[in-house]
């Protein structure tokens, strides 16, 4: 957008072109309104600058007329245009090309934005806007942004009269700032948390400027904030309480070990055998890259790393344990029991708050008058 801003940066460098005189004001208001654009005071300066230049082709003397028709002073226009040349030649030197192509006004006020970031300012109350470091200020009348009072602006000058007042305003949004302030926005998360259905440990984000909230709620991968924690949540959730969409192989064998040795303090009824999660999470963070934290993550790293090595992540039992495994005769802690031929499963269960606390004996009912 470099020929709009040649222009817009010659304008606002030099003395409003448009006059409005006290005795024929509202003529000049409706002569200016020709090239009034209702969202941004920068194109109404683009469409004068256009506007002027159709009758400069004319001539010096047509420019003249029609500047005076429409309380333009000729003056400043010419200083207008003498001033753009030194900018453009000033640009070509510097090996810069303008666009050929008119700019979209959204690239064209992101531009804009990078030079006046001080001026933005967000809608509070009463066409009261907030501004940077808590100022407060108005739109000055004259300008259709006055009336309508969008929620976020941008104003290239603020001038303090009877109140503060914004001149040269363009409605502008949040995320245009948040783009040309990224290396000034501060960002805050809230509690990482993750989210199952996307595979990754996620945080709620807040993007502001100047005191001013840009953005707020927004979810983001956390995993670009603190990798190192979003991977432990993640080995966490995922693969050690299986709150995750993985379909692992290891990860049935490693559920099958732990329920085997729960079994084994069902049947020993102790609560002491068996290690905390931390002792399966800290097994898998050591076999599992410094850069997985996602599902997605993980599931390209292990597409290729089970090839390899099948058995990696398969946890032993005594990753497992708290504490050595006491013998366990067979003849003691029975799986079955025999009846009139039938080999009937035993369950154990330690939980003396259960109905099926102890061992259950599970029966066919035409084996209840033999047992």
């Known amino acids: 957008c470099l020929a709009e801003a040649l222009v817009i940066a010659a304008c606002l460098s030099i003395q409003d072109p448009r006059e409005r005189p006290p005795d024929h004001a509202e003529a000049a208001d409706l002569a200016h309104a020709q090239f009034a654009d209702e969202r941004s005071d920068f194109v109404s300066v683009l469409n004068l600058w256009r506007a002027a230049r159709e009758q400069a082709a004319a001539g010096t003397g047509a420019l003249r007329r029609w500047c005076k028709a429409h309380f333009v002073s000729f003056v400043r226009m010419r200083e207008w245009y003498d001033l753009h040349e030194q900018l ?34 967000v809608l509070d109350e009463r066409r009261t806007y907030l501004g940077a470091r808590d100022t407060r200020f108005v739109i000055a009348p004259g300008t259709p942004l006055a009336r309508r009072s969008p929620h976020w602006i941008v104003a290239a000058n603020l001038v303090e009269t ?4 914004a001149r040269m305003v363009a409605q502008v949004q949040p995320s245009w700032i ?22 990754m440990v996620m945080a709620r984000e807040t993007v502001s400027l100047y005191g001013r909230v840009l953005s707020s709620g927004r979810q983001v991968n956390f995993a670009a904030i603190d990798p190192a924690l979003a991977r432990r949540m993640f080995v966490e959730e995922a693969l050690v309480r299986g709150q995750s969409s993985l379909r692992a192989s ?20 102790r609560r002491d055998l068996l290690a905390t999660d931390e002792a399966l999470t800290q097994f898998y963070l050591e076999r599992i890259p410094a850069d997985v934290a ?43 029991l025999e009846v009139d031929g039938n080999p009937l499963p035993l369950t154990y269960r330690f939980d003396p708050t ?8 599970d029966l066919p009912l035409p084996l209840l008058g033999t047992v």
Do not use: C, M
């Open 178 to 199: 948040e783009s040309a302030g990224a290396h000034l926005v501060r960002r805050s998360y809230g509690e990482a948390q993750w989210v199952p259905g996307r595979g």
């Open 88 to 121: 453009a030649e000033i640009a070509a030197g510097q090996g810069l090309e303008r666009n050929a192509v008119p700019a979209p006004s959204n690239l064209l006020h992101q531009s804009i934005l990078t030079g006046f970031l001080g001026g933005i300012g």
């Open 294 to 336: 996602t599902t997605r993550a993980f599931e390209r790293w292990w597409r290729d790393e089970e090839r390899r090595h099948p058995a990696r992540l398969d946890v032993p039992d005594e990753v497992l344990l708290a504490t050595a495994l006491p013998a366990l005769p067979p003849g003691d802690y029975p799986d079955r």
């Open 250 to 269: 290891f990860l049935a064998r490693n559920a099958s070990v732990r329920a085997r040795l729960e079994q084994l303090e069902a049947k020993l009824r």
């Open 162 to 165: 009877q109140r503060l007042y």
């Open 354 to 361: 259960d109905p099926d606390d102890g061992v259950t004996l």
